[in-house]
Structure formats: C-alpha cells, structure tokens
C-alpha cells in the first residue's frame, strides 16, 4: 500500500488551565524535512516532537504548529515587581511625565517567560505526545486515502505499458522479415538487369546483422520486468516511494534503448505510447512516501 505525502491532521485539548492545538501539514519533499512551530514556553518539547514525526514518517515537508492558549488566570509570562519597581523608580528621577503601564511591561526583565519545573515538563510533554500521535494518526488516514487514488492511476499507466508491450512482441519478427523482403526485392531488381543471380548466403548474413542490430526482445523482457516490480512495490507494506523512482527511471532507459534500436513506424508509434505513460508514473512517483 502506497501513500501520499500530502496529508493534514490535528487534534485538540481543553482543560480548565490552557487549550492546546496541534496542526501537521506534509507536502512532497525528496526527504524528510520538519518544520515545527512551538510557543516559547514550550520550547523544551521540540526535541521529543520531532521525534515522534520521524518515528511515523519516512519522506515529506512536515510542518508541524502547537497553538497555546490559557483559560484560567494562569499566563505564559510572570511579571517580575522587583524589576518593575527599580524601573519606576528610576523613571520618576529623571521625568515627570506619566508612564503608560503597557511601556513599563515591554521594559528588559520586567515580564519574565514562565518557566516549569520538571514535574510541569513531564506533564506537558505526556500531553503534547497524545496530541501529536492523534493528529499524525488522522494525517496518515487523509494520506492513505491520497495513496489510493495514486495507486489507481498508477495501475492504469502502468496497464497501458504492458499493453503496448504485448503489441511490441508481435512486432519484432515482423520488422525482420519485412526488411528481408526489402532487401530481397531491391537486389533482385538491380540483378535482373545485369542479368546476375543473387547470392542466398550473403542475403541471409545481411539480414542477420540487422536482426541482431535491432533485436529489442531483451529490452522488452527487461521494461516488462520493471513494471511486474513497479507494482509488486506499491502493494508491498514497505516504503515506496524511492523504489518506484528507481523504477520508473529504468524504464525509461529501456524505453529510449527501444527507440533508439527501432526503424519501424509501428514500433516507434508504440514507444512514444509506453514512454508517455511512464512520464505519468515518474510525475506521480513524486507524490508518494
């Protein structure tokens, strides 16, 4: 099963102190790349947060914002009098012009972070791990769901592959004995009026090399071979996504291998048809984990 690395998910708590809110949004990235967001009183819980992330992600931009918000007289900051005072005092020196009490809070010193003790920590940190599990739960159904509808439309390109394949088998003897015949007719033409025989030896030795020169069966073997792992991979429980970029990559060089060997219209009608599809699957292969 295949996900997608576009997703959201959050979850909530209120209690009678403080409302917590955690958001986490992933975007497609090559690699795993984490954004965290965390109010300055929460600064100490980063570290367990991206690990949580990267204990249940393995590729993606995630961002990850923790809103809070207190609900009772309790508050992120404590006001520091000693300070207040000392700033007062010194004002009322040197003015005499009223202080406005909102200046006075944004002075150096006077509003202080909040700081918690080990207990508080843990208590938090027990808080911020349900939340995120939560959330990062509700990501994966969202990226799940995404995953599908990937793995649908990669199913139908990767039947319009094989497809063109199975057309491509039933052409390559065809392309040899036509060539023969081509070969056979012009020389028989230029012979009749020399009134010469042709030599059967030399005839079948040219064809043979161009037989050869152009024998794409191997090429065909080995792109239908890439696409039986392509999708035994998206339906594997093993992370996907560098895998099938892989994949999509070789059959693309075998693919061109096949354009380039091939001096037949029909073959080349169907290569353009296989390596469209596959430029399908490399621009979806981006989107998944």
Known sequence: MIYSMTGYGDAQLETGEFSLL??????????????IKLPDVLAFAEPEVERLIRHNLCRGSVSCTIHLRYTSD????DIN???AKYYLSFLEQIITLRIDLASLLQLPG????????????????????????????RLQ????????ILFEDLRQNCQVIHSRLRDLAGMTDQVV????????????????????KMDEDLLAKEVAIYAERCDINEEIS????????????????????????????????????IASKSNSAPISHCVVDIKVAIDRLKEQVQNVE
């Open 22 to 35: 955690v958001e986490i949004k992933s975007l497609n990235n090559r690699f795993l790349k984490t954004m």
């Open 74 to 77: 309790t508050s992120a900051f």
């Open 81 to 83: 009098p000693v300070t």
């Open 110 to 137: 006077v509003c202080e972070l909040r700081r918690y003790d080990s207990e508080e920590h843990e208590k938090f940190l027990k808080i911020l791990s349900e939340l995120i599990q939560q959330a990062l739960d």
């Open 141 to 148: 159904v969202m990226r799940a769901d995404e995953g599908q």
């Open 177 to 196: 004995d036509q060539y023969r015949q081509r070969i056979q007719d012009r020389v028989n033409r230029m012979l009749s009026e020399a009134n010469l």
């Open 222 to 257: 080995r792109l239908d071979s890439h696409l039986t792992q392509f999708l035994e991979t998206c339906e594997s429980e093993q992370q996907a996504g560098r895998r099938l970029d892989f994949l999509t990559q070789e059959m693309l060089r075998e693919a061109n291998t």
